[in-house]
Every structure is written in C-alpha cells, then in structure tokens.
C-alpha cells in the first residue's frame, strides 16, 4: 500500500521559472507533511514542513501548499536555482515517523 | 552547522555475516531513527528510539535487526546474519522533537551495505 506517492519521476525546468512538485497521499491520519531534498552521496535534507491545519507554509524561495479534501500537496520553488537540481521527497507524519514518497527529480537548466 | 555521522561509508560483507552500522547523531537531538533505501526504491522507516529503548519498528525490523544506543552517544544498528535483500543504503536521522515536525529529521549521509 504506497500511501506517499509522487507520480512525476522527473521534472526539468529553466533556471528563474518556478519549479512544482507534487505529492499525493491516502492516509487521512497524517498530521504532517513534509519535503527534502536529496543530492547524490548525502542524505536527504530538511527544507519545509506544514501541518495538516494549515494549507499554506512559505520559507524564501520555497513554498508547500496542502489541500487536504484532494489529499495532495505541492512543492513550489521560484525562482528555481541550477543548484535545485536534485532529488526530492516528499514525507507524511503519523505518530513520529514519516513515509517518504519515491521522490522527483528535479533539473534546473541554466 | 551540527551534523549526523555515520560510519562506514561502504560496507561490503559475506551473506550470514553480522554487520554494525554507526551512527553519532547531533547531541542535543532526543528521537533517533534508521531508515534505509533499496537502490531504486523508496527511503523506507525501520525503527525510532528514544529514552534508550524502541518506540516504533516496521515489519523490516525483523528479529535479524537491532539497535542499542550505548555510550550516550552512538546509535548502531545491527544486523545478525546478512541476506542480500538486505543490500541497501542505511540513513540514521535525528531529530529534537517527536515527530520531527517543525525542523524535519536531521540525517546523516548514509552507509551502503553491500551483502555479496
């Protein structure tokens, strides 16, 4: 039962355009969302959280917006950086542990 | 900027073989975690400690995996006899708050096992 899922494997944006990722999930009793990203060799890195209250968070360039009656949330960064490039994920909180969806790709082209 | 260590980078051992995984999380953190990634797979949750016993474990932690922190300051992660489905990178985490909410986990850059 893959309860994260993120269906766009890839994305490539020019550098300065805004970059969406999206994420999907069933579980209704996840009470946190969150995204990181990931380069290759490191772990993944915290970049942005929101509560399942909320349907907004903003942090500089990034931007998570959840609507909870579609259970789905993006990942908005603008303007996108060549050093965006990397994998991101997006996770869902129940009772202190996260579920990671596959992750996204995202390339920025100068 | 404080940082989760693991050690080894690269582990490469002999199916059957018992293997330790290391971990030094950020000091002040109180919830630690492993999680691991199947090469193509997604990061998947194996276990959360905190006050020095497990609060939750996945049905991959099987009786084959253990943790323990012992000196107040590693984190491992054991693994009693190998399988090669056991192949994997292995994430430990931390974080300051239950849930890791605000602030997100805090993870090291990972340890690739290898069972050949």
């Known amino acids: 039962d893959q309860q994260v899922k993120q269906n766009s494997p890839s994305l490539s944006v020019q550098e300065g355009r805004i970059s969406i990722l999206n994420c999907d999930y069933t579980n209704s009793m996840f009470d946190y969302f969150l995204w990181y990203k990931k380069y290759p060799a490191e772990g993944p890195t915290f970049l942005i959280s929101?509560?399942?209250?909320?349907d907004k968070n903003e942090d500089g360039r990034f931007t998570v917006f959840l609507n909870k009656s579609a259970k789905h949330l993006s990942l908005h960064i603008v303007p996108s950086q060549p050093g965006d490039s990397a994998v991101y994920f997006c996770a869902a909180n129940n009772a202190g542990k996260s579920t990671f969806g596959d992750g996204t790709t995202l390339t920025v082209k100068p | 900027e404080p940082e989760v260590t693991q050690t080894p980078s690269h582990q490469v051992t002999q199916m059957g073989q018992e293997v330790i995984l290391r971990c030094v999380p950020i000091?002040?953190?109180?919830?630690f975690y492993w999680y691991r990634q199947i090469l193509g797979q997604k990061v998947e949750f194996l276990v959360s400690f905190y006050n020095n016993e497990i609060s939750e474990k996945s049905e991959i932690f099987d009786d084959q995996f253990s943790v323990e922190r012992p000196d107040g300051s590693n984190f491992t992660l054991k693994i009693r006899s190998t399988k090669l489905e056991d192949s994997a990178m292995y994430f430990c985490?931390?974080?300051?708050?239950?849930?890791?909410?605000?602030?997100?986990?805090?993870f090291g850059s990972g340890t690739r096992l290898t069972v050949v």
């Open positions: 985490a931390s974080s300051i708050e239950f849930g890791a909410t605000n602030y997100g986990y805090t």
């Open positions: 000091s002040n953190h109180l919830y």
């Open positions: 929101i509560s399942s209250i909320k």
